[in-house]
Protein backbone atom coordinates (compact mmCIF):
# COMPACT_ATOMS: atom_id res chain seq x y z
CA UNK A 1 0.00 0.00 0.00
CA UNK A 2 2.78 2.23 0.89
CA UNK A 3 4.28 2.12 -2.85
CA UNK A 4 0.95 3.00 -4.19
CA UNK A 5 0.98 5.76 -2.27
CA UNK A 6 4.26 6.88 -3.05
CA UNK A 7 3.45 6.55 -6.73
CA UNK A 8 -0.11 8.19 -6.78
CA UNK A 9 2.00 11.42 -5.10
CA UNK A 10 4.83 11.41 -7.74
CA UNK A 11 2.31 11.30 -10.66
CA UNK A 12 0.61 14.05 -9.29
CA UNK A 13 3.63 15.88 -8.94
CA UNK A 14 4.64 14.90 -12.14
CA UNK A 15 1.04 16.25 -13.71
CA UNK A 16 0.97 19.16 -11.92
CA UNK A 17 4.42 20.01 -12.58
CA UNK A 18 3.74 19.70 -16.31
CA UNK A 19 1.02 21.87 -16.30
CA UNK A 20 2.75 24.21 -14.45
CA UNK A 21 5.05 24.74 -17.53
CA UNK A 22 4.42 28.03 -20.29
CA UNK A 23 3.80 25.67 -23.33
CA UNK A 24 4.46 28.56 -25.32
CA UNK A 25 4.73 32.52 -26.38
CA UNK A 26 5.33 34.65 -29.05
CA UNK A 27 3.39 36.16 -32.23
CA UNK A 28 5.05 39.54 -30.97
CA UNK A 29 3.85 42.87 -32.98
CA UNK A 30 5.59 44.59 -34.53
CA UNK A 31 7.64 42.44 -35.87
CA UNK A 32 12.00 42.55 -36.01
CA UNK A 33 13.70 44.64 -38.47
CA UNK A 34 10.42 46.89 -38.54
CA UNK A 35 10.56 50.99 -38.99
CA UNK A 36 9.03 52.52 -36.05
CA UNK A 37 8.12 55.90 -36.70
CA UNK A 38 10.35 58.84 -34.78
CA UNK A 39 7.35 60.74 -32.40
CA UNK A 40 5.45 57.83 -31.95
CA UNK A 41 4.71 55.41 -29.00
CA UNK A 42 5.92 52.03 -30.34
CA UNK A 43 3.32 49.36 -28.93
CA UNK A 44 4.17 45.91 -28.98
CA UNK A 45 1.72 42.86 -28.34
CA UNK A 46 2.46 39.62 -26.90
CA UNK A 47 1.02 36.08 -26.63
CA UNK A 48 1.73 33.35 -23.89
CA UNK A 49 -0.21 29.78 -23.99
CA UNK A 50 -0.36 27.60 -21.25
CA UNK A 51 -2.41 24.33 -21.27
CA UNK A 52 -5.82 24.78 -19.37
CA UNK A 53 -4.67 28.28 -18.02
CA UNK A 54 -5.36 30.80 -20.94
CA UNK A 55 -7.96 31.80 -23.10
CA UNK A 56 -10.22 32.69 -21.03
CA UNK A 57 -11.98 35.75 -20.17
CA UNK A 58 -9.11 37.46 -18.00
CA UNK A 59 -5.29 36.64 -17.72
CA UNK A 60 -4.49 33.53 -16.86
CA UNK A 61 -3.38 32.57 -12.94
CA UNK A 62 0.76 33.26 -11.88
CA UNK A 63 1.46 34.07 -15.49
CA UNK A 64 3.03 38.03 -16.07
CA UNK A 65 4.64 39.36 -18.86
CA UNK A 66 7.50 42.34 -19.04
CA UNK A 67 8.58 44.10 -22.12
CA UNK A 68 12.93 44.74 -22.11
CA UNK A 69 14.07 47.54 -24.34
CA UNK A 70 17.16 49.50 -24.96
CA UNK A 71 19.04 51.50 -27.53
CA UNK A 72 21.78 49.76 -29.40
CA UNK A 73 24.21 51.60 -28.70
CA UNK A 74 23.40 50.97 -24.27
CA UNK A 75 24.24 47.82 -22.16
CA UNK A 76 21.45 48.39 -19.72
CA UNK A 77 17.87 47.01 -20.78
CA UNK A 78 14.59 49.05 -20.10
CA UNK A 79 11.70 47.47 -18.55
CA UNK A 80 8.31 47.69 -18.96
CA UNK A 81 5.92 45.49 -17.15
CA UNK A 82 3.42 44.30 -19.63
CA UNK A 83 -0.56 44.60 -19.11
CA UNK A 84 -3.46 41.92 -20.00
CA UNK A 85 -5.00 42.73 -23.47
CA UNK A 86 -7.51 40.08 -24.47
CA UNK A 87 -7.65 36.89 -25.17
CA UNK A 88 -6.46 35.44 -28.90
CA UNK A 89 -7.95 32.26 -29.26
CA UNK A 90 -6.64 29.87 -26.78
CA UNK A 91 -3.61 32.19 -25.92
CA UNK A 92 -3.13 35.67 -23.88
CA UNK A 93 -2.07 38.24 -25.23
CA UNK A 94 -0.23 41.72 -23.27
CA UNK A 95 0.72 44.43 -24.48
CA UNK A 96 3.56 47.16 -23.50
CA UNK A 97 4.92 50.91 -24.85
CA UNK A 98 8.26 51.64 -25.84
CA UNK A 99 7.84 55.63 -25.17
CA UNK A 100 8.57 58.06 -28.04
CA UNK A 101 10.40 60.16 -25.51
CA UNK A 102 12.78 57.42 -25.04
CA UNK A 103 14.24 57.31 -29.16
CA UNK A 104 14.94 59.34 -32.21
CA UNK A 105 14.95 59.41 -35.94
CA UNK A 106 17.87 57.40 -36.59
CA UNK A 107 18.06 55.22 -33.31
CA UNK A 108 18.03 51.11 -32.83
CA UNK A 109 15.98 49.61 -30.13
CA UNK A 110 16.72 45.98 -29.11
CA UNK A 111 14.10 44.37 -27.45
CA UNK A 112 12.57 41.17 -26.31
CA UNK A 113 9.48 39.71 -24.30
CA UNK A 114 9.76 37.60 -21.46
CA UNK A 115 7.01 35.73 -19.83
CA UNK A 116 6.83 34.08 -16.59
CA UNK A 117 4.92 31.26 -14.65
CA UNK A 118 5.53 31.85 -10.63
CA UNK A 119 4.39 28.75 -9.96
CA UNK A 120 7.39 27.06 -10.93
CA UNK A 121 9.37 30.19 -11.54
CA UNK A 122 9.86 29.71 -15.34
CA UNK A 123 10.42 31.62 -17.87
CA UNK A 124 9.76 32.16 -21.80
CA UNK A 125 10.83 33.51 -24.76
CA UNK A 126 8.91 34.53 -27.54
CA UNK A 127 8.93 34.80 -31.59
CA UNK A 128 7.61 37.09 -33.64
CA UNK A 129 4.76 37.01 -36.20
CA UNK A 130 7.39 36.50 -39.21
CA UNK A 131 9.24 33.62 -36.94
CA UNK A 132 12.04 35.41 -36.23
CA UNK A 133 13.88 34.45 -32.50
CA UNK A 134 12.77 33.16 -29.84
CA UNK A 135 14.49 37.12 -28.82
CA UNK A 136 16.20 37.12 -25.53
CA UNK A 137 18.48 39.62 -23.67
CA UNK A 138 21.41 38.03 -26.04
CA UNK A 139 19.75 37.73 -28.84
CA UNK A 140 17.11 40.49 -28.77
CA UNK A 141 14.75 42.08 -31.69
CA UNK A 142 15.46 45.83 -33.02
CA UNK A 143 13.65 48.31 -34.51
CA UNK A 144 14.53 50.99 -36.73
CA UNK A 145 13.54 54.78 -35.81
CA UNK A 146 13.01 56.42 -39.01
CA UNK A 147 11.17 60.28 -39.62
CA UNK A 148 7.70 60.31 -40.59
CA UNK A 149 6.53 61.31 -44.37
CA UNK A 150 6.36 64.82 -45.07
CA UNK A 151 3.26 65.78 -46.22
CA UNK A 152 -0.10 64.16 -46.92
CA UNK A 153 -0.57 61.04 -49.11
CA UNK A 154 -3.33 59.60 -50.35
CA UNK A 155 -2.97 56.03 -51.20
CA UNK A 156 -5.30 54.27 -53.90
CA UNK A 157 -5.55 50.64 -53.24
CA UNK A 158 -6.45 48.10 -55.86
CA UNK A 159 -7.55 44.62 -56.04
CA UNK A 160 -8.69 41.83 -58.53
CA UNK A 161 -11.43 39.49 -57.06
CA UNK A 162 -12.10 37.88 -60.64
CA UNK A 163 -10.27 34.47 -59.18
CA UNK A 164 -12.10 34.11 -56.15
CA UNK A 165 -15.12 36.03 -56.72
CA UNK A 166 -16.43 39.48 -54.91
CA UNK A 167 -17.97 39.29 -51.69
CA UNK A 168 -18.91 43.04 -49.94
CA UNK A 169 -17.58 44.96 -48.74
CA UNK A 170 -14.44 44.61 -50.06
CA UNK A 171 -11.92 46.09 -47.45
CA UNK A 172 -8.11 46.76 -46.88
CA UNK A 173 -6.66 46.43 -43.40
CA UNK A 174 -3.10 47.21 -42.31
CA UNK A 175 -0.96 48.83 -39.44
CA UNK A 176 -2.19 52.32 -40.40
CA UNK A 177 -5.77 51.48 -39.19
CA UNK A 178 -4.91 49.09 -36.29
CA UNK A 179 -5.78 45.69 -38.63
CA UNK A 180 -9.28 47.04 -39.08
CA UNK A 181 -11.39 44.79 -41.36
CA UNK A 182 -14.21 47.46 -41.34
CA UNK A 183 -12.66 50.84 -41.38
CA UNK A 184 -11.54 51.10 -44.78
CA UNK A 185 -13.72 50.13 -47.71
CA UNK A 186 -12.99 49.46 -51.14
CA UNK A 187 -15.44 50.03 -54.19
CA UNK A 188 -16.14 48.33 -57.25
CA UNK A 189 -14.66 49.72 -60.52
CA UNK A 190 -15.71 47.02 -62.51
CA UNK A 191 -14.34 43.58 -64.37
CA UNK A 192 -13.86 42.67 -60.27
CA UNK A 193 -11.85 45.02 -59.31
CA UNK A 194 -12.08 47.28 -56.47
CA UNK A 195 -10.25 50.49 -55.37
CA UNK A 196 -10.37 52.93 -52.25
CA UNK A 197 -8.29 55.73 -50.72
CA UNK A 198 -6.12 56.31 -47.56
CA UNK A 199 -5.27 59.14 -46.55
CA UNK A 200 -2.11 59.15 -44.59
CA UNK A 201 -0.93 62.65 -42.85
CA UNK A 202 2.37 63.77 -42.31
CA UNK A 203 4.45 62.40 -39.71
CA UNK A 204 3.24 59.33 -40.67
CA UNK A 205 5.48 55.99 -40.54
CA UNK A 206 6.12 55.21 -44.44
CA UNK A 207 6.22 51.79 -44.01
CA UNK A 208 3.17 49.82 -43.69
CA UNK A 209 1.84 46.27 -43.90
CA UNK A 210 -1.41 45.76 -45.24
CA UNK A 211 -4.11 42.95 -46.44
CA UNK A 212 -7.43 42.94 -48.44
CA UNK A 213 -10.51 41.20 -46.98
CA UNK A 214 -12.95 39.72 -48.82
CA UNK A 215 -16.33 39.68 -47.22
CA UNK A 216 -14.95 39.13 -43.90
CA UNK A 217 -12.55 36.60 -45.64
CA UNK A 218 -8.70 37.86 -45.10
CA UNK A 219 -5.66 37.12 -47.48
CA UNK A 220 -4.56 33.95 -46.09
CA UNK A 221 -2.05 32.12 -48.22
CA UNK A 222 0.46 35.14 -48.55
CA UNK A 223 2.37 37.45 -45.92
CA UNK A 224 1.28 40.66 -44.98
CA UNK A 225 1.80 43.04 -48.37
CA UNK A 226 3.90 45.73 -47.35
CA UNK A 227 3.71 49.36 -48.81
CA UNK A 228 6.71 52.09 -48.08
CA UNK A 229 4.63 56.09 -48.90
CA UNK A 230 6.56 57.60 -51.21
CA UNK A 231 5.91 61.35 -49.84
CA UNK A 232 7.65 63.17 -53.04
CA UNK A 233 3.92 63.58 -54.50
CA UNK A 234 0.44 63.89 -51.98
CA UNK A 235 -0.59 60.97 -54.14
CA UNK A 236 0.21 57.98 -54.66
CA UNK A 237 -1.53 54.57 -57.02
CA UNK A 238 -0.49 51.30 -56.35
CA UNK A 239 -1.23 48.27 -58.87
CA UNK A 240 -3.80 46.18 -59.19
CA UNK A 241 -2.84 42.99 -57.21
CA UNK A 242 -4.81 39.69 -57.43
CA UNK A 243 -6.60 38.73 -54.22
CA UNK A 244 -4.12 36.14 -52.00
CA UNK A 245 -2.14 36.44 -55.27
CA UNK A 246 -4.22 34.36 -57.08
CA UNK A 247 -3.56 35.12 -61.00
CA UNK A 248 -5.89 33.13 -63.52
CA UNK A 249 -2.89 32.32 -65.43
CA UNK A 250 -1.97 30.04 -62.51
CA UNK A 251 -5.10 28.06 -63.18
CA UNK A 252 -6.11 25.54 -65.49
CA UNK A 253 -8.51 26.45 -68.14
CA UNK A 254 -9.38 22.87 -69.90
CA UNK A 255 -9.29 19.18 -68.34
CA UNK A 256 -5.80 17.79 -68.53
CA UNK A 257 -4.45 14.24 -67.95
CA UNK A 258 -1.79 13.94 -66.92
CA UNK A 259 0.44 10.28 -67.61
CA UNK A 260 2.81 9.50 -64.37
CA UNK A 261 5.62 7.77 -64.88
CA UNK A 262 8.30 6.46 -62.24
CA UNK A 263 11.41 4.87 -62.32
CA UNK A 264 12.41 2.73 -59.27
CA UNK A 265 15.16 0.56 -60.03
CA UNK A 266 17.78 2.13 -58.35
CA UNK A 267 15.51 2.15 -54.98
CA UNK A 268 14.77 -1.69 -55.53
CA UNK A 269 18.53 -2.37 -55.71
CA UNK A 270 19.03 -0.24 -52.79
CA UNK A 271 16.54 -2.57 -50.48
CA UNK A 272 13.30 -0.95 -50.90
CA UNK A 273 10.66 -2.86 -51.44
CA UNK A 274 7.35 -1.76 -53.45
CA UNK A 275 4.01 -3.65 -52.21
CA UNK A 276 2.03 -0.49 -53.91
CA UNK A 277 3.13 3.29 -54.48
CA UNK A 278 0.70 6.09 -54.41
CA UNK A 279 1.19 9.80 -55.01
CA UNK A 280 0.11 12.54 -52.64
CA UNK A 281 -0.11 16.04 -53.45
CA UNK A 282 -1.57 19.69 -53.26
CA UNK A 283 -3.33 19.51 -56.10
CA UNK A 284 -6.81 17.61 -56.55
CA UNK A 285 -7.02 14.52 -57.13
CA UNK A 286 -3.78 14.34 -55.28
CA UNK A 287 -3.91 15.11 -51.21
CA UNK A 288 -1.42 14.61 -48.47
CA UNK A 289 -3.30 11.92 -46.97
CA UNK A 290 -0.48 9.39 -46.23
CA UNK A 291 -1.14 6.12 -44.08
CA UNK A 292 -3.84 5.33 -47.12
CA UNK A 293 -3.26 3.93 -50.20
CA UNK A 294 -4.27 7.17 -52.92
CA UNK A 295 -3.86 8.08 -56.80
CA UNK A 296 -2.43 4.66 -57.03
CA UNK A 297 0.19 3.46 -60.04
CA UNK A 298 0.54 0.23 -61.82
CA UNK A 299 3.55 -1.68 -62.26
CA UNK A 300 4.73 -1.82 -65.72
CA UNK A 301 8.36 -3.32 -65.32
CA UNK A 302 8.37 -5.34 -61.83
CA UNK A 303 11.22 -3.69 -59.88
CA UNK A 304 11.30 -1.00 -62.15
CA UNK A 305 8.50 1.37 -63.84
CA UNK A 306 5.15 2.46 -62.11
CA UNK A 307 2.64 4.41 -64.32
CA UNK A 308 -0.51 6.23 -63.82
CA UNK A 309 -3.34 8.47 -65.31
CA UNK A 310 -4.67 11.29 -63.45
CA UNK A 311 -7.48 13.68 -64.67
CA UNK A 312 -6.72 17.66 -63.37
CA UNK A 313 -10.28 19.14 -63.98
CA UNK A 314 -10.48 22.63 -65.58
CA UNK A 315 -9.92 25.47 -62.65
CA UNK A 316 -6.94 23.07 -61.24
CA UNK A 317 -4.43 24.82 -59.66
CA UNK A 318 -0.89 24.20 -62.07
CA UNK A 319 1.72 24.66 -59.60
CA UNK A 320 1.91 20.90 -58.62
CA UNK A 321 4.35 19.35 -55.92
CA UNK A 322 3.73 15.69 -54.88
CA UNK A 323 5.53 12.78 -52.76
CA UNK A 324 5.70 8.96 -53.52
CA UNK A 325 4.13 7.09 -50.64
CA UNK A 326 5.46 3.37 -50.57
CA UNK A 327 3.26 1.35 -48.97
CA UNK A 328 1.01 4.42 -48.36
CA UNK A 329 3.66 5.80 -45.96
CA UNK A 330 5.80 8.97 -46.53
CA UNK A 331 9.49 7.67 -46.84
CA UNK A 332 10.26 8.99 -49.94
CA UNK A 333 12.20 12.41 -48.84
CA UNK A 334 12.38 14.80 -45.75
CA UNK A 335 9.50 17.42 -44.95
CA UNK A 336 9.07 20.21 -47.79
CA UNK A 337 10.94 17.54 -50.32
CA UNK A 338 8.97 16.81 -52.93
CA UNK A 339 8.48 16.81 -56.44
CA UNK A 340 7.15 19.76 -58.80
CA UNK A 341 5.84 20.49 -62.46
CA UNK A 342 3.58 22.64 -63.64
CA UNK A 343 0.03 21.46 -65.76
CA UNK A 344 0.35 22.23 -69.48
CA UNK A 345 -3.22 23.24 -70.36
CA UNK A 346 -2.14 24.31 -73.98
CA UNK A 347 -3.03 20.50 -74.72
CA UNK A 348 -5.63 18.03 -73.02
CA UNK A 349 -2.68 15.68 -71.83
CA UNK A 350 0.46 15.59 -70.43
CA UNK A 351 3.42 13.00 -69.93
CA UNK A 352 5.66 13.68 -66.88
CA UNK A 353 8.46 11.31 -65.54
CA UNK A 354 10.69 11.00 -62.51
CA UNK A 355 12.94 9.28 -60.43
CA UNK A 356 11.90 7.47 -56.84
CA UNK A 357 13.55 9.94 -54.31
CA UNK A 358 14.88 12.41 -56.88
CA UNK A 359 13.51 15.58 -56.03
CA UNK A 360 12.39 18.45 -57.49
CA UNK A 361 11.36 19.63 -61.31
CA UNK A 362 10.28 16.45 -63.49
CA UNK A 363 10.77 15.68 -66.79
CA UNK A 364 7.97 16.60 -68.75
CA UNK A 365 8.19 16.42 -73.07
CA UNK A 366 6.03 18.37 -74.98
CA UNK A 367 2.00 16.72 -76.13
CA UNK A 368 0.71 19.26 -77.94
CA UNK A 369 -2.06 16.60 -79.43
CA UNK A 370 -3.06 18.53 -82.17
CA UNK A 371 -4.66 15.67 -84.41
CA UNK A 372 -2.98 16.69 -86.80
CA UNK A 373 -0.80 13.50 -87.25
CA UNK A 374 -2.57 10.10 -86.66
CA UNK A 375 0.45 7.61 -85.06
CA UNK A 376 0.55 4.12 -83.51
CA UNK A 377 3.99 1.71 -82.58
CA UNK A 378 3.04 -1.46 -82.81
CA UNK A 379 3.91 -4.14 -80.97
CA UNK A 380 3.28 -2.17 -78.27
CA UNK A 381 4.30 -3.52 -75.75
CA UNK A 382 7.11 -4.51 -77.45
CA UNK A 383 10.22 -7.03 -77.52
CA UNK A 384 12.94 -6.36 -80.00
CA UNK A 385 11.75 -3.98 -82.41
CA UNK A 386 8.35 -2.12 -82.88
CA UNK A 387 6.84 -0.45 -86.43
CA UNK A 388 6.07 3.07 -85.66
CA UNK A 389 3.72 4.82 -88.16
CA UNK A 390 1.95 7.89 -89.06
CA UNK A 391 -0.23 9.83 -91.19
CA UNK A 392 -0.78 13.22 -91.63
CA UNK A 393 -3.68 14.94 -91.87
CA UNK A 394 -2.62 17.36 -94.64
CA UNK A 395 -1.67 14.33 -97.14
CA UNK A 396 1.15 15.77 -98.83
CA UNK A 397 4.89 14.91 -99.10
CA UNK A 398 6.78 16.28 -95.97
CA UNK A 399 10.01 15.78 -94.74
CA UNK A 400 9.58 14.30 -91.29
CA UNK A 401 11.59 13.54 -87.66
CA UNK A 402 11.11 10.64 -85.74
CA UNK A 403 12.49 11.09 -82.09
CA UNK A 404 12.97 8.86 -79.12
CA UNK A 405 13.00 9.82 -75.67
CA UNK A 406 13.63 7.38 -72.19
CA UNK A 407 11.89 8.98 -68.89
CA UNK A 408 13.99 11.02 -68.16
CA UNK A 409 13.31 13.38 -71.40
CA UNK A 410 16.99 12.64 -73.04
CA UNK A 411 16.75 12.04 -76.77
CA UNK A 412 17.71 8.00 -77.29
CA UNK A 413 17.40 7.80 -80.91
CA UNK A 414 16.03 9.76 -84.03
CA UNK A 415 15.08 8.67 -87.71
CA UNK A 416 14.62 11.12 -90.74
CA UNK A 417 12.20 9.98 -93.20
CA UNK A 418 10.22 11.29 -96.22
CA UNK A 419 6.16 10.68 -96.17
CA UNK A 420 4.62 9.52 -99.13
CA UNK A 421 1.81 11.38 -101.39
CA UNK A 422 -0.80 10.35 -98.94
CA UNK A 423 1.15 11.99 -95.91
CA UNK A 424 2.46 8.68 -94.96
CA UNK A 425 4.98 7.02 -93.33
CA UNK A 426 6.98 4.59 -90.90
CA UNK A 427 10.07 3.24 -89.45
CA UNK A 428 11.27 0.57 -87.41
CA UNK A 429 13.00 1.07 -84.48
CA UNK A 430 15.26 -1.85 -82.71
CA UNK A 431 15.56 -0.71 -78.89
CA UNK A 432 19.04 1.11 -79.67
CA UNK A 433 20.50 3.97 -79.08
CA UNK A 434 22.16 6.47 -81.01
CA UNK A 435 25.52 4.30 -80.75
CA UNK A 436 23.77 1.23 -81.30
CA UNK A 437 23.41 0.42 -77.36
CA UNK A 438 21.10 -1.56 -76.44
CA UNK A 439 18.58 0.30 -73.99
CA UNK A 440 17.11 -0.98 -70.81
CA UNK A 441 13.07 -1.93 -70.60
CA UNK A 442 11.15 1.18 -69.56
CA UNK A 443 8.61 3.69 -71.27
CA UNK A 444 10.09 5.42 -74.48
CA UNK A 445 8.26 8.48 -75.58
CA UNK A 446 7.85 8.89 -79.95
CA UNK A 447 7.48 12.43 -81.35
CA UNK A 448 6.89 13.03 -84.69
CA UNK A 449 7.58 15.89 -86.11
CA UNK A 450 7.31 18.00 -89.55
CA UNK A 451 8.01 21.98 -90.85
CA UNK A 452 4.25 22.58 -89.36
CA UNK A 453 2.92 20.06 -86.27
CA UNK A 454 4.22 17.37 -84.11
CA UNK A 455 2.87 14.85 -81.87
CA UNK A 456 4.29 12.39 -79.31
CA UNK A 457 2.68 9.19 -77.71
CA UNK A 458 4.33 6.14 -75.34
CA UNK A 459 5.40 2.91 -75.79
CA UNK A 460 6.76 0.20 -73.78
CA UNK A 461 9.92 -2.08 -74.74
CA UNK A 462 10.05 -5.17 -72.39
CA UNK A 463 13.24 -7.33 -72.36
Given at each position: ?????????????S??????????S??????????Q???????????I???????????????????????????????????Y???????????????D??????????????????????????????????????N?????????????????????????????????????NS???????????????????????????P?Q???????????????????T??????????????????????????????T???????????????????????????D???G?????????????????????P?????????K???????????????H?????????????????????????????????????????????????????????????????F?????L???????T????Q???????????????????????????????????????
Open positions: MKKIIIFSVLFLFFSSLHAVIGWGNIWPNSGSNTNGSDITVYYQWKDGVTGGSGPGADLSATLFYKKSTETTYQSYVMTNTAVGNNDEYMGTIPTYFGSGDIINFYCEGYDSTDATYSYGTDQAGGGPYDAGPGSYNIVGGISQDVTVTFQVDLSVVGPIEPVTVAGSFWNASANELTAQGNDIYAGDVLFTAGTNSEYKFVNGGNWENEIANRTLIDDSSPTMILPVVYFNNLDPNDFTDIDVTVVSVDVADSVGAGCVFDSLGIYGNVAPFWDFVIHNELVEIITDELWTGEFLFAGSWKHVEFLGRNGLDLEAGFGENTFDIDDSGSTQLISCVYGTMGPVTSIDDPHNQDIFMKSSPNPFKGQTHISFALKSQTYQEATVSINLKGQVQTFETQDAFGGDVIWDGKDLQGKELKSGIYFYKISTNDVSEINKMIMMR
